[in-house]
């Protein structure tokens, strides 16, 4: 069961964090889906009791197990920062001064400056 999406689909370009309400969505369909799954289980525990009773009992551990996993996971809490993409571009890398270029002269002085005599 997917539902269509309301308004333009957008891609995630970013390394940014889902939304806290699509967070909280994840979660609570991860809950549902492990209490369903717990559901299933108890109810073959019931039909298999006089049946196939180390089925039944293997059921019946899962049925009591599931719901401790299922609120620990549901409550981990916000899934961490995904890893910086590797597709970032390069930055171009400066070009080197020559030697020479490394001398500078020194400005001239101005109209109200006294000239200095370094040497």
């Given at each position: 069961m997917r539902r269509r999406q309301q308004g333009p689909e957008v891609f995630r370009i970013t390394g940014a964090r889902r939304g806290l309400a699509?967070?909280?969505?994840?979660?609570?369909r991860r809950y549902v889906i492990s209490m369903l799954v717990r559901t299933v289980s108890v109810i073959l525990t019931v039909l298999l009791w006089d049946v196939?009773?180390?089925?039944?009992?293997?059921?019946?551990?899962?049925?009591?197990?599931?719901?401790y996993i299922a609120v620990?996971?549901?409550?981990?809490?916000?899934?961490?920062?995904?890893?910086?993409?590797?597709?970032?571009?390069?930055?171009?890398?400066r070009p080197m001064l020559d030697?020479?270029?490394?001398?500078?002269?020194?400005?001239?002085?101005g109209p109200n400056e006294t000239p200095r005599n370094d040497g």
């Open positions: 699509e967070d909280v969505q994840g979660r609570e196939q009773r180390p089925l039944a009992v293997a059921t019946l551990v899962l049925g009591i197990t599931l719901p620990v996971i549901a409550n981990a809490g916000r899934e961490r920062s995904p890893a910086i993409p590797s597709s970032f571009a390069a930055v171009p890398a030697a020479a270029d490394d001398r500078v002269e020194p400005a001239p002085p």
